[in-house]
DNA sequence: CGGCATCCGGGAAGATACTG
DNA sequence: CAGTATCTTCCCGGATGCCG
C-alpha cells in the first residue's frame, strides 16, 4: 500500500487550485510539455529533462494517466515499444506553459543561457511569434535537433509545428536547441554559427533571418524604485 | 545563514521552467491570486487560504517580494497596517491563473463542491464569460461577502472587477462566494437562495438571471474507452 | 494581533542500484 | 531500454514562542 492516495489536496474550488491539483507537482508540466509535440518514449523524456530520475518520471507518468492527462502506448510491431502520448484534453493545456512562459520571460531573473530542450524552443516559436509582423510570409521550415526532427509551418495565422521529415523544408536548421535560441532570441550572427558549425542551415539565408526576425521577447520588467 | 537559496532549480531556460521557480511553490499561485482584485493583510490571505500556515504564507511572501511579483506597502494613517500587493508584472501573471482554471474545469475529477473565496469566483468571472453572449448589456454588478465588498462592471469588452463600494450596483449579491457559485453556475433557483437567506439579491431578479447566463463552464473531458 | 523565527514529524523528491 | 527498490535529503505543515 505505498500509496493510498493521500495527496495534499487544496480543498478549493476554484479551477486553478485543481489545476495544480493536477499538474503542480514537480516535473509534471514539463512531462507535458515534452509531450506536446506528439507520443515519445520514457528514455525520450529522461534525456530531455535533465535532473529528473526514473522514479519521479515513472510517477508522474502513472499520475498523469490516472487523471486522464497521459495516454500510455504501444507502437505497432516491429516496434512495439511503450510510448506516451497526451490525451485531447492534455493537449490543451499548452496555453498554460504559453501563459506561464510568457509571463515568466518578461522576469528580471530569466536566465536565457541555460539548456533548452527542442520541444521548449519549438513552443516558444509558437507563443513568441509577433503575427503581425508575418505578413504574407508562408515557409516551412524544418529542425534538426540529433536523431529528432521537426517541420513547422509558418502561415498568416501563425506557426504550427509536429514531428517530421525536417528537409521537407524550405529551410532547414541542423545544430542543437540552445544554439537555434541564441540565433533566433540571442541575434546571434548565422555566418558565425554556420562557419564554427554550431548551427547549419539548408536554404536561403535571407529566408532565415526572416523567419528568426519574427520572434521578439517581451521586454523585462524594471521594478520602480522604492 | 538559514541556507543561501538553495532552491532546487530546473536548469532550463524554457520560461516556463523559470515560471515555475517564481510561482510553482505550494501556495505561491494561491498567493498571488488573492491578490489579483488588490492589495490584502497578512490575516486576510491567511483567512481566504485554508490550510496555510503562516510561517508557510510568511515565507511565499518573502519570496515572492524578493522576485518582484509581489509588493509591501503600509496602509497611510492613521490605519498604518502593513499590506501586501501585486507588482504590475505580477498582475500580468492573471492569465496564468485564468488558463490554468479554465483548462481543469474541464477535468472530470473537478469538484465544484468545494469551498471558494471570493476573489476566486470573481476572477472566474472574468475566465469565463461568454463575450458573444454579453449583447448591449451594460450594467454595474455588486458583490458583498462578508466584510468584502468588490464592484464589478459588465460590459460589452468582458467583465472588470476591483474592490469597490457593492452599493454602486444596478444589481448587489449579498452571500458566501460558494452560494454564488451555486447560482451563477450550478443553476441554483434565485428565489429559493433567497427564501432561505444563503443569498440576498438588491435590484431586479431578471438582471440578475441575464447576468449568471453569461457564464457557462467548459464541457467536461470524457476519456475514450481503451 | 500581526509577523516571523525555531523545532519536529511526515512525506515527496533525488540519487543510486538493481531487475526483467 | 524501461522501469522498480531502497535510502537519503529536504520541503511542507503544525505547534510554539518571541517581538513589534
Same mark, same amino acid.
Given at each position: 500500500m505505498k500509496n493510498s492516495a493521500k495527496k495534499r489536496g487544496? &480543498? &478549493? /474550488?476554484c479551477g486553478m487550485a485543481h489545476g495544480l491539483e493536477l499538474l @503542480? &507537482? !514537480?516535473w509534471a508540466l514539463f512531462v507535458v510539455r515534452e509531450l506536446m509535440l506528439g507520443p515519445r518514449r520514457f528514455g525520450d523524456l529522461r534525456a530531455d529533462l535533465p535532473g529528473i530520475s526514473a522514479n519521479v518520471l515513472a510517477q508522474r507518468l502513472t499520475e498523469l494517466e490516472a487523471n486522464g492527462i497521459v495516454v500510455r502506448g504501444k507502437l505497432p510491431p516491429p516496434a512495439s515499444v511503450p510510448v506516451y502520448g497526451l490525451s485531447e484534453w492534455g493537449y490543451e493545456a499548452e496555453p498554460i506553459v504559453q501563459e506561464l512562459g510568457r509571463w515568466a520571460? !518578461?522576469? $528580471? !531573473?530569466? &536566465? $536565457?543561457?541555460l539548456p533548452i530542450s527542442g520541444v521548449s524552443i519549438l513552443l516558444s516559436f509558437r507563443t513568441m511569434i509577433d503575427r503581425k509582423a508575418i505578413g504574407d510570409l508562408v515557409l516551412a521550415v524544418g529542425f534538426r535537433f540529433g536523431e529528432d526532427e521537426y517541420l513547422g509551418h509558418l502561415g498568416a495565422d501563425g506557426f504550427s509545428v509536429g514531428r517530421g /521529415? /525536417?528537409?521537407? @523544408?524550405d529551410i532547414v536548421f541542423v545544430g542543437t536547441p540552445s544554439v537555434l535560441a541564441g540565433f533566433v532570441y @540571442?541575434? /546571434?550572427p548565422l555566418a558565425e554559427l554556420a562557419e564554427s558549425g554550431a548551427l547549419h542551415l539548408m536554404g536561403d539565408p535571407a529566408l532565415a533571418a526572416r523567419f528568426a526576425a519574427l520572434f521578439v521577447l517581451p521586454p523585462k520588467f524594471v521594478p520602480p524604485p522604492r
Open positions: 487544496f &480543498d &478549493d /474550488a @503542480g &507537482d !514537480r520571460a !518578461r522576469s $528580471p !531573473r530569466h &536566465d $536565457p543561457t /521529415a /525536417a528537409d521537407a @523544408g @540571442g541575434g /546571434a
